[in-house]
């Protein structure tokens, strides 16, 4: 099995100014992998602030539309990046509504403050139809996810297609935390709000979807390649 993991995912364009304030609150930018300064909070010393985004630093600031999988045989990485040059096309770009902060089980993470189906049709079509090029799970990476208490829905997803949270249970959300015990979650939620302040309240275009690389094992994601939402004479156009 290849060393390489990939994961498709949304992440906004490195110059976005969301783009900016998620890569300076985790302390890393995704696009360039260089280290970001942790942010200046009142009342949140740095090493606490770095120690509870280590995780999503690791993965880059993203809302994951396709969990990290290994390239089945007699896929490798050209194959993939056709597919998904293809795949975008077909799909026209979209705005997000406003952002909010939220929970998703014992993490914080931004999500749209209402649904967008066409978010969810996007992440469900790119589950299903990139499966093709995932490796199956080995029996220990299914024993560790699914003892994550999963219900009967996810149990079954995570055999189906190698993640428990897609089709009908998908979430969009971009973690901003690890997991956080009950006596911090309010005093992060508080900080975190505040951090991010107004830019939550900017739209977001989802004009492309990307496709991040973890190079080795425990190695940080970094974003390898953008792929353009829509028809290229309709984005020419816009």
Same mark, same amino acid.
């Given at each position: 099995?290849?060393?390489? @993991?990939? /994961?498709?995912? %949304?992440? +906004?364009?490195?110059?976005?100014? !969301?783009?900016? $304030?998620?890569?300076?609150? #985790? ?58 040059? @293809?795949? /975008?096309?077909? %799909?026209? +770009?979209?705005?997000?509504?406003? !952002?909010?902060? $939220?929970?998703?089980?014992? #993490? ?60 009908? /249970?998908?979430? %969009? ?6 997991? !956080? ?58």
């Amino acid at each position: 099995m290849p060393a390489e @993991r990939y /994961a498709i995912c %949304f992440t +906004p364009s490195p110059h976005d100014g !969301l783009a900016i $304030v998620g890569a300076n609150w #985790i302390g890393r930018s995704a696009f360039s992998g260089e280290v970001v300064e942790p942010p200046m909070i009142a009342g949140l010393p740095l090493a606490e602030i770095a120690y509870h985004t280590a995780l999503p630093r690791r993965y880059g600031f993203q809302g994951m539309l396709k969990s990290p999988f290994h390239l089945t045989e007699g896929m490798n990485e050209s194959m993939l990046l056709k597919a998904m040059m @293809r795949f /975008a096309m077909r %799909f026209q +770009p979209f705005t997000l509504p406003p !952002l909010t902060v $939220v929970h998703r089980r014992d #993490i914080l993470a931004l999500a749209p403050m209402t649904a967008v189906p066409a978010l969810d049709t996007l992440a469900a079509s790119i589950v299903t139809e990139f499966d093709a090029f995932r490796a199956p799970l080995s029996e220990v990476e299914i024993e560790r996810r699914a003892s994550a208490g999963l219900t009967p829905a996810q149990f079954a997803n995570l055999h189906r297609w190698g993640e428990p949270d897609v089709l009908a /249970a998908f979430s %969009f959300h971009m973690p901003l935390t690890g997991p !956080l015990s009950p006596s911090e979650m309010a005093r992060m939620e508080r900080s975190v709000a505040a951090f991010f302040g107004p830019i939550l309240l900017e739209p977001v275009e989802v004009d492309h979807i990307a496709l991040f690389i973890e190079e080795e094992p425990g190695a940080p994601f970094c974003v390898h390649s953008l792929h353009p939402m829509g028809a290229l004479r309709a984005r020419q156009s816009a």
